[in-house]
């Protein structure tokens, strides 16, 4: 069955994370330090909480926390991450402000407003706060709407604030929301390098390289970027990162760089803040984004976007 929100709410812990500044993701993390010829850097360096960590008190905001006025309209479509196409049926959608101190995402927090969004139509959000102490990104979640057959995994999707329009308003028209089938993710779960990880404290970010008209970009080496000293090292291919083949579905075994898909998946510990870019191999050389900011929660999908700077 699918899961409902409120045992969402209880079943996902979210590491707490340090204040995060302007931009999708920005922040601080402890990261190694390596530069980006090094091919093999051994195992991520945040593959774990610390060992005296504890368990994870996830902290969400009350309303007297959050900052100044801040509201937004948003008008949210589905897109099935497989096909590039609308979805079969019908998604549930949870709003929330993102990358919140102390933690990423808030997953378990309780929605500050929440929608049922068509295929066709999508869903929109009238209005809603973007109030927190660092408003400037918002998340959707999206799930199987409460009831139904469990055939999505809980994907994530956020965006950075707009500034408000003429007319005073600050909007996101559209809010491209990505989902992605249960079935694809429990595929890729059974991939070399994958079946061995711990679903119920991982999740995985889903990286597509885009040039500068939206296309994905094929021979894409993977980097880690510290976000403190900008050193950087190469993703091990098979262990750190793995790839989409062309047909965006399948996890394609031995492949060291993006296909034609330019997707990479990433497994990454609930909560964990990551940073990454790309460089091409081969090809039409692109300077793509300084740094993207990744994170997840247990049995969760991020989806991230890296285009040209």
Known sequence: MARSWLGLLTAVMVVAVVAVVAGCGDGKG????QDASTVDAGPLPDAAPPADAGPAT??????????A??????????????????????????????????QVFPTTCTPLAMMTATPSVGATFTNVTCSSPVPFVVALMADDPAGGADGL???????RIPAPDATGVRRLDPFRVFVLSRATFDGWKQAPGLSTVDWNTHGVAVVTFRDAATAPVASVRV???????GGQRVLQAGRDVFFLAADNTTIENGRMLTSASGTAVIPLFSGQEFFVT????????????????????????????????
Do not use: M
Request: some cysteine.
């Open 223 to 229: 980097i880690e970027v510290n976000p403190v000293t």
């Open 69 to 102: 006025s801040c509201e937004i309209t948003i008008h949210a479509t589905l897109t099935q991450f497989e096909t590039g196409s609308a979805p079969a049926g019908n998604v549930d959608l949870a709003y929330n402000t993102a990358w919140d101190v102390p």
């Open 278 to 309: 790309g460089t091409v191999t081969s090809g039409t050389p692109i300077a793509f984004e300084a740094r993207s900011g990744l994170s997840t929660a247990a049995g969760a999908v991020f989806f991230e976007q890296i285009d040209p700077r």
């Open 30 to 33: 402890g990261f190694l330090t």
């Open 58 to 67: 996830p902290k969400c905001l009350t309303s007297a926390e959050r900052a």
């Open 153 to 159: 995994v809980l994907s994530i999707n956020d965006r």
